[in-house]
């Protein structure tokens, strides 16, 4: 028995809830809806959703969740993407991650200008 080679390190594993996944299925129906300019076939058409996707950016939304934001944020937010900037927003929720910060302090700014 090798224990020597054995990793002394803890590791952690990220429980993806319920709420993550339908929030992931939400998003998966929204890429499917939006269409993107086709420059190969000169077309809009709706983006490629790969095996695994789901399950990926249902981590995605389980960071998000952790970070604090509820559902309805979070749906708020990705609508907003996708009214901005559609093909980005077609790319995933990590395509997101670094902008999610400016589009909750954009959804805080027109929810405390419509009070």
């Given at each position: 028995?090798?224990?020597?080679?054995?990793?002394?390190k803890d590791f952690t594993q990220t429980i993806v809830t319920e709420e993550a996944e339908?929030?992931?299925?939400?998003?998966?129906?929204?890429?499917?809806?939006?269409?993107?300019?086709?420059?190969?076939?000169?077309?809009?058409?709706?983006?490629?959703?790969?095996?695994?996707?789901?399950?990926?950016?249902?981590?995605?939304?389980?960071?998000?969740?952790?970070?604090?934001?509820?559902?309805?944020?979070?749906?708020?937010?990705?609508?907003?993407?996708?009214?901005?900037?559609?093909?980005?927003?077609?790319?995933?929720?990590?395509?997101?991650?670094?902008?999610?910060?400016?589009?909750?302090?954009?959804?805080?700014?027109?929810?405390?200008?419509?009070?």
């Amino acid at each position: 028995m090798q224990v020597g080679n054995l990793p002394l390190k803890d590791f952690t594993q990220t429980i993806v809830t319920e709420e993550a996944e339908k929030l992931a299925f939400w998003y998966l129906a929204r890429v499917r809806g939006v269409r993107v300019y086709s420059k190969r076939w000169k077309k809009p058409v709706s983006p490629k959703v790969r095996k695994g996707w789901e399950q990926r950016w249902a981590f995605v939304m389980q960071a998000w969740l952790k970070q604090g934001f509820t559902s309805a944020q979070i749906q708020e937010g990705v609508t907003l993407a996708f009214q901005h900037d559609p093909q980005r927003a077609a790319n995933g929720p990590h395509a997101l991650k670094q902008e999610w910060p400016k589009i909750m302090a954009a959804i805080d700014r027109m929810g405390t200008a419509s009070v």
